[in-house]
């Protein structure tokens, strides 16, 4: 009795895939960093619900490699979305090291949900090739692979917008179906319809995806590529301190007249500088002051004399005009001589 009450309290293959679908879409609507904690959290829990999902469906083996989308009831089509949905949610991971390692998850998700959706035939596509490592740049291509390659990108840009129409025709198509299906009120082939479409869509989706995911992964290792080789460089070895030199006509010349300056350089500024930490090429600072004379004791100089006695004999000129000048305002009114305006 215990055991079929925990049994009951389980949570159900299909509450599982809805929770996490539901979960999806609020990640996908939040306004939050994706780096934030509530959404990590969100996306952990989804990705839990999603494993326990691929479990039970391993256990309750609901499909078969030899048969076709149209074999499956309709109330199983949606399972096979669980690997899309493990890739989406995997993209979302963020806080890691190993964004590489996450990439290449991701990657394997979505590849089994399209090898498993062109085994049953749900749609027709190609299937992308397996991950290389980029090839190194021949300098020497010729002028054909060149066209090749415009070609090859015309095409897939070609794709691309072909894809992207359909994409957007099945979205219409599925908001006018999924208020009836989640109310229940949809017969059988509306249902199936409804999750066909799903699986188409989610198709277009990893399609893109894989696509963005071959880039960013070539753009890591390329990364990856040249910090080894970076780090793998031997450091520059250091070069001995560099001696002064003098530049002569010959040895004979520099012996005879010197370098031609009053004094040579006997040792560089690195050098100076170690010895002057050192303490070995002036006295300290207070030997220095020691020697110096004090302020009080300097004189003045024999030139500064004649500028005093300068200096003395025109205050004694100033002197003598202002009291010439007050003597003259004694003997003369005030408007004295300004007899211009007067009748």
Known sequence: MASFTEE???????EMLETSIQLLEELEAATQPTGSKPIQEKVRKALNLLEKASDMLLQLDLFSRNEDWEEIASADLKYLMLPALKGALTLKLVGTSNRLGILQDAREHFMNFLTQSHNYHVAEFQLPAAQKSSPKGDPEATSDTVEHNLVAMASQRQTKIQRYKQKKAVEQRLSSLKSAVESGQADDERVREYYLLQLRRWISISLDEIESIDQEIEILRNRDSFGEASASRTSPQERPPLKPFVLTRSVAQAQVFGAGYPSLATMTVNDWYEQ?????????????EKRAPPPETLTVSEQEEPDLEQKEDEDENALHRMQEWDDWKDTHPRGYGNRQNMG
């Open 276 to 288: 002057r930490q050192k303490g070995e090429v002036s006295p300290p600072v207070q030997e220095a």
């Open 8 to 14: 009951m309290k389980k949570p159900k293959l299909r």
